[in-house]
């Protein structure tokens, strides 16, 4: 529809960027009236993937903080309905109190889920920082 069902994997991605990553630094290297220009590249390289882990962080904390809300609630509402399932009478009652738990228990999961991922991506980011350093 928009093109990003297109867009390749991420493994994919970064074997490009560093294969011309490492082009530009052939060539800038090639030529040695270039090797000023070489330690402004790698010096620029480090600091956007500072920038980039910077921003990644205070989205992450954002994320992590509407996520740890979302879960608290869920977390509470799963122990009302539990609480509400042994006090109510009736099959349709029964049923609808078990969708909601479902629902709960599936909302939790997403949510952890994302939080792993998030956090997971961050020390990715981490890892090849402290690589390029």
Do not use: Q
Not at 37 to 54: H, N
């Amino acid at each position: 529809m928009n093109g990003i069902e297109n867009l390749p994997e991420s493994d994919e991605l970064k074997k490009e960027i560093n294969e011309i990553d490492s082009k530009i630094k052939e060539l800038i290297y090639m030529n040695s009236s270039f090797s000023e220009l070489g330690k402004y590249y790698e010096k620029l390289r480090a600091t956007e993937e500072k920038l980039s882990l910077r921003k990644r962080i205070d989205t992450g904390i954002t994320t992590l903080f509407y996520f740890i809300y979302t879960i608290g609630g869920t977390i509470i509402g799963l122990i009302f309905s539990i609480a509400i399932f042994f006090t109510t009478t009736g099959t349709v009652g029964h049923i609808l109190i078990l969708l909601s738990i479902l629902g709960s228990i599936i909302s939790l999961v997403i949510g952890f889920t994302s939080i792993s991922k998030e956090r997971n991506y961050t020390r990715e980011i981490v890892e090849d920082l402290k690589r390029r350093s």
